[in-house]
């Protein structure tokens, strides 16, 4: 017998609900694969359903099992499949939850074959933010008409938005700290910073063309009023509620649903071919999930957090998931290069 552990929760609250429990691995039912899990990703709306925040929309089933998106290995395989062997490499979703495992139990159409060329890291984050990305994206039937402002643009969510517009020809406004700009001009945006006076400065940048498009990942009562003011037409403005409901819809999709594998087929194939790079700003070994959820709660990572089921730990550097991230390394010394310089325009202060 193999064990295994999986996340686990028996009621809903913050992380201290969570752990990590003995797991035995599955055997496959007819139409259903055994993959042994390599990576998998994290998202706020995970966190949301255990807090309790998504109880008018999902009503969970205690003990509940965590997590949606899944790249790994196919272990065994039930009666009825054929189109897949032991040993392929696949990725998919959890219909039920239940990624933050090292085993799962899935419906063969909850998998596609993992390209060779797409990494375990993002095959294993893709699915839910990339979904989203590609509704909500599609949903504006963007073109090079268009020029399109998109809040939280380094998110999970936010960056994949990003480049798929820019992918069909848009001229994309991201929105974002200023920490995050570097970033989102090297995915083809042209970033503003949020707060007072953001209705000029997207104006001014997009140097005389029309705001055709806006979406909100943000969630400030304020975006719909600012696209108004840019305006934007009501049918092309994206709340961030609708977001929540299209990731919503995604989070639980049964498995006999054929949009998330075409979908997910796309963006597999957009990453394979370069059209979109999907940004890892945390990598951390599965007993450290807690430590993973907590990084993505601070809202500062860009791109994706995703746990790792196989990463090898030396004894060298217990620690390392504790030491300072690069993010926050880069961001401290820019702040202090701007005192410095201050300090310097201004005179001494002793």
Same mark, same amino acid.
């Given at each position: 017998?193999?064990?295994?552990?999986?996340?686990?929760?028996?009621?809903?609250?913050?992380?201290?609900?969570?752990?990590?429990?003995?797991?035995?691995?599955?055997?496959? $039912? #007819?139409?259903?694969? !055994? &993959?042994?899990?390599? %990576? +998998? /990703?994290?998202?706020?709306?995970?966190?949301?359903?255990?807090?309790?925040?998504?109880?008018?929309?999902?009503?969970?089933?205690?003990?509940?099992?965590?997590?949606?998106?899944?790249?790994?290995?196919?272990?065994?395989?039930?009666?009825?499949?054929?189109?897949?062997?032991?040993?392929?490499?696949?990725?998919?979703?959890?219909?039920?939850?239940?990624?933050?495992?090292?085993?799962?139990?899935?419906?063969?159409?909850?998998?596609?074959?993992?390209?060779?060329?797409?990494?375990?890291?993002?095959?294993?984050?893709?699915?839910?933010?990339?979904?989203?990305?590609?509704?909500?994206?599609?949903?504006?039937?963007? $073109? #090079?008409?268009?020029? !399109? &402002?998109?809040?939280? %643009? +380094? /998110?999970?969510?936010?960056?994949?938005?990003?480049?798929?517009?820019?992918?069909?020809?848009?001229?994309?406004?991201?929105?974002?700290?200023?920490?995050?700009?570097?970033?989102?001009?090297?995915?083809?945006?042209?970033?503003?910073?949020?707060?007072?006076?953001?209705?000029?400065?997207?104006?001014?940048?997009?140097?005389?063309?029309?705001?055709?498009?806006?979406?909100?990942?943000?969630?400030?009562?304020?975006?719909?009023?600012?696209?108004?003011?840019?305006?934007?037409?009501?049918?092309?403005?994206?709340?961030?509620?609708?977001?929540?409901?299209?990731?919503?819809?995604?989070?639980?999709?049964?498995?006999?649903?054929?949009?998330?594998?075409?979908?997910?087929?796309?963006? +597999?194939?957009?990453?394979?071919?370069?059209?979109?790079?999907?940004?890892?700003?945390?990598?951390?070994?599965?007993?450290?999930?807690?430590?993973?959820?907590?990084?993505?709660?601070?809202?500062?990572?860009?791109?994706?957090?995703?746990?790792?089921?196989?990463?090898?730990?030396?004894?060298?550097?217990?620690?390392?998931?504790?030491?300072?991230?690069?993010?926050?390394?880069?961001?401290?010394?820019?702040?202090?290069?701007?005192?410095?310089?201050?300090?310097?325009?201004?005179?001494?202060?002793?």
């Amino acid at each position: 017998m193999r064990i295994g552990s999986a996340v686990q929760y028996d009621r809903y609250g913050d992380f201290d609900v969570v752990e990590l429990v003995p797991q035995e691995r599955p055997d496959a $039912g #007819p139409g259903e694969v !055994v &993959v042994e899990i390599v %990576a +998998a /990703g994290l998202n706020h709306i995970e966190r949301f359903l255990r807090e309790g925040k998504l109880r008018d929309h999902i009503e969970l089933d205690f003990p509940a099992r965590q997590g949606v998106d899944f790249a790994g290995i196919v272990r065994a395989r039930g009666e009825g499949i054929k189109d897949l062997r032991v040993g392929d490499e696949v990725m998919g979703h959890a219909p039920n939850g239940g990624s933050h495992a090292t085993w799962l139990a899935v419906p063969r159409s909850a998998v596609i074959k993992k390209p060779e060329h797409v990494g375990w890291e993002v095959a294993g984050g893709l699915y839910l933010a990339g979904c989203t990305a590609v509704s909500v994206v599609r949903g504006l039937k963007l $073109g #090079p008409q268009d020029t !399109v &402002v998109i809040t939280a %643009a +380094a /998110g999970g969510v936010g960056h994949i938005e990003c480049q798929l517009a820019h992918d069909a020809g848009a001229t994309v406004i991201s929105l974002g700290s200023a920490r995050n700009h570097d970033y989102l001009r090297q995915i083809g945006t042209l970033p503003v910073v949020y707060g007072e006076g953001e209705e000029e400065r997207i104006r001014a940048i997009a140097d005389g063309r029309p705001i055709t498009a806006f979406i909100d990942n943000h969630g400030e009562s304020r975006a719909e009023e600012l696209a108004e003011r840019l305006g934007v037409a009501p049918g092309r403005f994206v709340s961030s509620e609708a977001r929540r409901d299209i990731e919503i819809r995604f989070l639980r999709a049964p498995a006999d649903d054929e949009e998330p594998r075409e979908l997910l087929t796309l963006l +597999a194939k957009a990453v394979q071919d370069r059209r979109v790079q999907v940004l890892i700003s945390g990598f951390y070994p599965f007993e450290y999930i807690v430590e993973a959820y907590e990084d993505l709660a601070e809202m500062k990572s860009r791109g994706k957090v995703v746990i790792g089921m196989q990463t090898v730990e030396t004894g060298a550097r217990m620690d390392w998931y504790r030491s300072e991230k690069a993010r926050d390394l880069r961001d401290r010394y820019a702040d202090a290069r701007g005192s410095d310089t201050e300090t310097m325009a201004g005179g001494s202060t002793s």
